[in-house]
């Protein structure tokens, strides 16, 4: 009896001192497989024995992830609904003001007896042909005189201003676009306070030209050009079409005029519809 109870100490004992050893000996085990760059067994072994268990917590929550996903994204989703739905109040206010004064400028207009412009007919036509001719800036449209198709015609795409018809044959018709040397078109500045003419004209590249603008004129860079409707040959142009935005403004060599460049609102590289104002 008094034997039992002397070994009993050494008995409590013996399970920790024997996971004691075994932990020292599983780290020096690993320090000198890292040391060496080579994997440890033990910790190989617990990697395989454990990876269905990860595997497993990993796919349950990359599910739990998705499930739950659309709680976040549908708070999203509604504040990105309230703010469109407070836009479309906005614009569609807008519109109503706007068409309200469109309506009071007709008929004050027809009142002290200022003839009333009509719109004109649009023709849709598709472009066939980018630039055919290497003496020119024009596209090629597949409307002709058989549907009414001139020379002088207004062409438009969705964007703005292209060009004019020159040449027309039964069943196609070339537009000289804005870019080339010969294509000119009266211009305005759309801004309310500074509404500067003059005449955009082609410079054979990318960009116009807007001339006759006097120095000190009201131009800044970001100006909206459209259409004046002024001019001779250049008034075949109806009023308020839009033409491009102002990207550089500068004076002459003589300092007498200012040199403004206009990026047209239409890229005529990416063409494919077009409207021929009839």
């Known amino acids: ?7 009993r100490p050494r008995n409590r004992y013996l399970g920790v001192v024997i996971c004691v050893v075994i932990g020292i000996a599983m780290g020096i085990w690993y320090g000198a497989a890292r040391s060496t760059g080579r994997s440890s067994p033990p910790a190989a072994a617990v990697r395989s024995a454990t990876q269905p268990v990860v595997t497993g917590v990993r796919s349950v929550g990359t599910w739990m992830r998705r499930q739950t996903s659309w709680v976040v994204r549908a708070r999203q989703l509604e504040a990105e609904n309230q703010q469109l739905r407070a836009k479309l109040g906005r ?5 109503a003001g706007l068409r309200e004064a469109d309506a009071t400028a007709a008929r004050l207009r027809s009142q002290i007896g200022f003839a009333l412009t009509s719109t004109p007919r649009r023709l849709a036509a598709d472009v066939i042909a980018l630039r055919p001719s290497p003496y020119c800036d024009s596209v090629t449209l597949n409307r002709g005189s058989a549907d009414g198709v001139r020379s002088g015609l207004v062409v438009c ?8 018809v020159f040449e027309v044959a039964p069943h196609t018709c070339g537009v000289l676009l804005l870019t080339d040397t010969r294509c000119a078109i009266g211009s305005v500045i759309q801004r309310a306070a500074s509404r500067v003419t003059g005449v955009c004209r082609g410079t054979g590249g990318q960009a116009l030209s807007m001339v006759y603008v006097a120095h000190g004129a009201d131009v ?4 909206t050009v459209v259409s004046s409707g002024m001019g001779e040959a250049m008034g075949i142009f109806p009023k308020g079409l839009p033409i491009g935005r102002v990207t550089r403004v500068g004076d002459d060599l003589s300092g007498a005029a200012m040199v403004i460049d206009v990026t047209p609102a239409a890229g005529y590289d990416r063409i494919e519809e077009a ?3 009839q």
């Open 157 to 164: 795409a969705p964007q703005g201003v292209l060009g004019r």
């Open 275 to 277: 409207y021929i104002l």
């Open 1 to 7: 009896m008094l034997l039992t109870d002397n070994h």
């Open 220 to 223: 800044r860079v970001g100006d």
């Open 91 to 95: 614009l569609e206010g807008e519109i």
